[in-house]
């Protein structure tokens, strides 16, 4: 088992910027590829970043290229999401997940690719 708390959500105008903490425990960290999804209200989960389990490979959604960072920090078991030019449309609860070697961009881009999930944390922009 893999456990995944996320932090770091919030309120931020438009513009701003936050950036997201997912902490993991239970297994080896640097074996998992790590990924950020969020969800909106009414809307399906989508995928938003992921990040090998090598940290060779990061991938991104067209809708946050350029304004969002993943990145992974394997000797504190824990992965960031760096959220710049934040927009009103980025307005979701935002959930890590977590890939057993994951490496491969057609499996690290949609949820079912994943084994664990956290539970997620809010992030709000107003315009």
């Known amino acids: 088992q893999v456990q995944l708390v996320e932090s770091g959500g919030g309120l931020v105008q438009a513009g701003g910027s936050l950036r997201l903490s997912c902490a993991a425990s239970g297994r080896t960290f640097s074996n998992y590829a790590m990924g950020w999804f969020r969800q909106a209200p009414e809307k399906e989960r989508e995928f938003v970043a992921a990040?090998?389990?090598?940290?060779?490979?990061?991938y991104y959604a067209d809708s946050v290229k350029g304004r969002f960072t993943i990145s992974r920090d394997n000797a504190k078991n824990t992965v960031y999401l760096q959220m710049y030019t934040l927009k009103p449309e980025d307005t979701a609860v935002y959930y890590c997940?977590?890939?057993?070697?994951?490496?491969?961009?057609?499996?690290?881009?949609?949820?079912?690719?994943?084994?664990?999930w956290g539970q997620g944390t809010q992030v709000t922009v107003s315009s």
């Open positions: 997940a977590a890939d057993l070697y994951g490496n491969r961009r057609s499996t690290l881009i949609v949820p079912i690719g994943y084994d664990y």
């Open positions: 990040i090998s389990w090598s940290g060779g490979s990061t």
